[in-house]
C-alpha cells in the first residue's frame, strides 16, 4: 500500500467502523504496538489452530464465536502445516 501502512490503514477504517477488530499478521513484532482492545497480533510463523485461536479471541471481543465463523464455512482444517 503505497503511502500507508497496516495500522494508518486500520486508523482510517476505526474511524468509520467503529466496531472493526483487526487482526496483524507480521514477523516483525519487536516494534510493533497493538491496541488490545480492538486489534491482536499474531506473529509468523503460525499454525492454522493458532489462526483460529486468535480469531476466536477478536470475534470474542465482538460477542461472537469461533462457531458462527466455522458455521459460514471460513474456518480452515487446523490439521494443516504451518503457516510461513
Keep these: 500500500m503505497p503511502g500507508m501502512n497496516g495500522k494508518d490503514l486500520t486508523s482510517a477504517l ?3 467502523l467503529s ?3 483487526v487482526l496483524y499478521i507480521s514477523a516483525y513484532t519487536d516494534d510493533i504496538r497493538v491496541d488490545t482492545g480492538r486489534g491482536q497480533l499474531l506473529r509468523k510463523p503460525f499454525s492454522p489452530d493458532d489462526l483460529a485461536k486468535k480469531v476466536e479471541e477478536i470475534l470474542n471481543m465482538n460477542n461472537h464465536s469461533l462457531s458462527q465463523v466455522r458455521s459460514r ?8 502445516t504451518a503457516c510461513p
Design 73 to 80: 464455512g471460513l474456518a480452515r482444517d487446523s490439521s494443516r
Design 19 to 21: 466496531n472493526l477488530r
Design 14 to 16: 476505526q474511524l468509520k
